[in-house]
């Protein structure tokens, strides 16, 4: 699967130390084992010179002290809460200051964040996702990307998760409905 250096980002989602350290608050290990797989791509997409875009689930102590309905403290427990240890990416993915970090606050990246304008700006067409958690926010992210007539191609190989059921449910899904997948080694950078 060939990829257009140019109007292509590697969107790495939520590679936090909350859900992919063994420390975290919300630990999986199947989002530890992603960590080496997306290194792997994020050195091809740096050496094709394409974009790469890390978010990070960010949740102020008060967010949710208000909350009518959606209250991810009360579902998950607190999480990657804002300053802490736990909302930092892996130190095996190093952000550099080309990268561009979304900080989020729900499962959709693109939910009251500057993702879309930063992609427009860049003539970004394309999205090879990837991150954690597969049935959470790797996918709303690529459905809300392809409702926004991006292309999202999940990266299956390079996803976390759960419980495997999750993750093949995320990828059917995705496919079914608004996108692609593909794996790790089916990408080329051109």
Same mark, same amino acid.
């Given at each position: 699967?060939?990829?257009?250096?140019?109007?292509? @980002?590697?969107?790495?989602?939520?590679? !936090?130390?909350?859900?992919?350290?063994?420390?975290?608050?919300? =630990?999986?290990?199947?989002?530890?084992?992603?960590? $080496?797989?997306?290194? /792997?791509? +994020?050195?091809?997409?740096?050496?094709?010179?394409?974009?790469?875009?890390?978010?990070?689930?960010?949740?102020?102590? $008060? !967010?949710?002290?208000? @909350?009518?309905?959606? *209250?991810?403290?009360?579902?998950?427990?607190?999480?990657?809460?804002?300053?802490?240890?736990?909302?930092?990416?892996?130190?095996?993915?190093?952000?550099?200051?080309?990268?561009?970090?979304?900080?989020?606050?729900? =499962?959709?990246?693109?939910?009251?964040? /500057?993702?879309?304008?930063? +992609?427009?700006?860049?003539?970004? /067409? *394309?999205? +090879?996702?990837?991150?954690?958690? @597969?049935?959470?926010?790797?996918?709303?992210?690529?459905?809300?990307?392809?409702?926004?007539?991006?292309?999202?191609?999940?990266?299956?190989?390079?996803?976390?998760?759960?419980?495997? *059921?999750?993750? $093949?449910?995320?990828?059917?899904?995705?496919?079914?409905?608004?996108?692609?997948?593909?794996?790790?080694?089916?990408?080329?950078?051109?």
């Amino acid at each position: 699967m060939e990829f257009d250096s140019a109007a292509t @980002a590697l969107v790495i989602v939520d590679m !936090q130390n909350g859900f992919s350290h063994p420390d975290g608050s919300l =630990y999986t290990p199947a989002s530890e084992e992603v960590i $080496e797989p997306i290194a /792997d791509l +994020l050195e091809d997409a740096r050496a094709a010179d394409t974009s790469v875009v890390f978010t990070r689930d960010v949740h102020p102590p $008060e !967010q949710f002290e208000d @909350a009518h309905y959606y *209250d991810e403290f009360e579902r998950w427990g607190e999480h990657v809460v804002e300053g802490t240890w736990d909302a930092a990416i892996v130190d095996e993915l190093p952000v550099r200051e080309e990268d561009h970090v979304v900080e989020k606050h729900t =499962y959709d990246a693109f939910y009251r964040t /500057d993702l879309e304008g930063y +992609l427009d700006t860049h003539g970004i /067409d *394309d999205l +090879l996702i990837v991150g954690t958690l @597969a049935n959470v926010c790797v996918l709303h992210t690529a459905g809300s990307a392809g409702l926004r007539d991006y292309r999202p191609v999940i990266v299956e190989d390079a996803v976390g998760y759960i419980e495997a *059921d999750h993750r $093949e449910y995320a990828l059917e899904h995705a496919t079914w409905l608004f996108g692609e997948t593909t794996t790790v080694g089916e990408v080329a950078f051109v």
